[in-house]
Antibody
């Protein structure tokens, strides 16, 4: 079965940094765009960023531009999200997802929790 | 970009049909057939149920169907079952903005 596993979440103070990882197995990682999506406590899903197969294009939601950086290592079947200058409102479960037909997100991980608090 | 608008909750009895609406704008739902729907049981990975407005991925029950009219997309669940109880999110890809926008989410309750 296809598997995406996120890691790297935890408790961090406001203004701090954290790097999330997502490792893929049993799916063709390098041939697809990949996304990060988050869900704040009690809130809905929010798309955060995505990256093209070769890393040449990256796009972000306005609220994280200049603070978050998405990257990938196809040799390691891994996706990353470097999060800097973290704010309270970045507290959320972060999911990685593979993009499929019609810009849908057809495979998701179970998520990793990021808590920004002093 | 503002979230797409969904009803907060929809309920139905087993065997009934329910429809969840998802309202966007001319910049997202209205311009492209790039609407997808996700089922999310809290604590688990979201699951793709519909893509490109009305296409079903392999393995998804044909009780789930999607449609679109103007700036509003809809997800219909027919023959409601207890395992359908979950949160449902619509999503649209806005080509010109190169970004996704999700709906506000709908909690489906099976009475």
């Amino acid at each position: 079965e296809v598997q995406l596993v996120e890691s790297g979440g935890g408790l961090v103070q406001p203004g701090g940094s954290l790097r999330l990882s997502c490792t893929a197995s049993r799916l063709t990682f390098s041939s697809y765009w990949m996304s990060w999506v988050r869900q704040a406590p009690g809130r809905g899903l929010e798309w955060v960023a995505n990256i093209k197969q070769d890393g040449s294009e990256k796009y972000y939601v306005d609220s994280v531009k200049g603070r978050f950086t998405i990257s990938r290592d196809n040799a390691k079947n891994s996706l990353y999200l470097q999060m800097n200058s973290l704010r309270d409102e970045d507290t959320a479960v972060y999911f990685c997802a593979r993009e499929g037909s019609g810009w849908s997100l057809n495979y998701w991980g179970q998520g990793t929790l990021v808590t920004v608090s002093s | 970009q503002s979230a797409l608008t969904q009803p907060a909750s929809v309920s139905g009895s087993p065997g009934q049909s329910i429809t969840i609406s998802c309202t966007g704008t001319n910049s997202d739902i209205g311009s492209y057939n790039l609407v997808s729907w996700y089922q999310h049981h809290p604590g688990k990975a979201p699951k793709l149920m519909i893509y490109e407005v009305s296409e079903r991925p392999s393995g998804v029950s044909n009780r789930f169907s999607g449609s679109k009219s103007g700036n509003t997309a809809s997800l219909t669940i027919s023959g409601l079952q207890t395992e359908d109880e979950a949160d449902y999110y619509c999503c649209s890809y806005a080509v010109t903005k190169k970004s996704y926008v999700f709906g506000t989410g709908t909690k489906v309750t099976v009475l």
